[in-house]
């Protein structure tokens, strides 16, 4: 049987101090879900310690997802050789891409597609994406222009990846969001979608893998976030213990109540 997934029924308002929308539902131990769609900050933040890479793909195995607009975002910053990558600043970025196009050949991610069916939906959550980014752009007392188009482009990635989550659940399934964007967290709570992030990705390990260590996990959240997808303030571990399997001799049901 399937554990309870999130489904589309309408959700609680979330406060508006939270940065980002944590499902109080999911535990600490990884839930199986039919689909997890993962943005591409996360993706680039576990490409930038390839063995986590493996390790969440190990983990995750055939749910691993990414929606199109995110596997074509990776593929163009792949796409940009060697020799350009210095002056445009994509060393380090199109490392991680190109770690991560392997992964899309190689169908170990696979891509899907927003549905014809989700066109309504899209212009709403674009809208609350780019409303969130004004609202962060105001409190951080920056001017925001809505034609942004980096801007525009940044959240396409996210928007899709929200559609295709929503698809999944429509059509029976269950599905969740992989991003440590809190704006993007919170459009798809307001979807109907849960979202995780890196911090729980890693705590998941820990449950899965008794021999990680939790300052190891600790040190390698520091250094996959330095450079990509930073956390919002109230997400980010305030210490090792984030990444503390509360389990004993292999069996960690205090991590998941309910999966015993
Ligand atoms: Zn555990």
Not at 136 to 154: M, P, S
Not at 187 to 202: F, I, P, T
Not at 232 to 258: E, I, M, V, W
Request: a positive charge.
């Amino acid at each position: 049987m399937l554990p309870r997934g999130p489904n589309l029924r309408p959700r609680p308002p979330l406060p508006l101090t939270r940065q980002y929308a944590v499902d109080p539902s999911l535990p600490q131990r990884r839930r199986p879900f039919t689909t997890a769609l993962a943005d591409t900050g996360i993706l680039y933040a576990l490409a930038h310690r390839s063995l986590y890479l493996e390790k969440f793909l190990t983990l995750y195995g055939e749910t691993v997802a990414v929606a199109t607009a995110v596997a074509d975002e990776i593929r163009k910053v792949a796409g940009v050789p060697q020799v350009a990558r210095p002056h445009r600043n994509l060393v380090l970025m199109g490392a991680c891409a190109d770690r991560l196009v392997k992964k899309l050949d190689d169908k170990t991610i696979t891509v899907h597609e927003p549905s014809e069916e989700s066109v309504e939906l899209e212009a709403v959550v674009q809208q609350q994406l780019l409303e969130l980014d004004r609202v962060a752009a105001g409190r951080r007392g920056v001017a925001w222009h809505q034609v942004d188009t980096g801007r525009a482009k940044r959240h396409h990635g996210e928007m899709e990846s929200i559609l295709v989550a929503v698809d999944v659940i429509k059509a029976g399934g269950t599905a969740v969001l992989l991003t440590n964007d809190g704006g993007a967290s919170r459009v798809a709570w307001e979807q109907g979608v849960s979202a995780r992030n890196l911090r729980n990705v890693l705590a998941e390990l820990a449950c899965a893998d008794p021999t990680l260590k939790e300052e190891e996990l600790l040190t390698a959240f520091n250094k996959m976030t330095a450079h990509f997808a930073t956390l919002p303030t109230d997400a980010r571990p305030a210490d090792s213990s984030a990444f503390r399997c509360r389990g004993l001799a292999g069996k960690c049901s205090s991590c998941d109540p309910l999966m015993g």
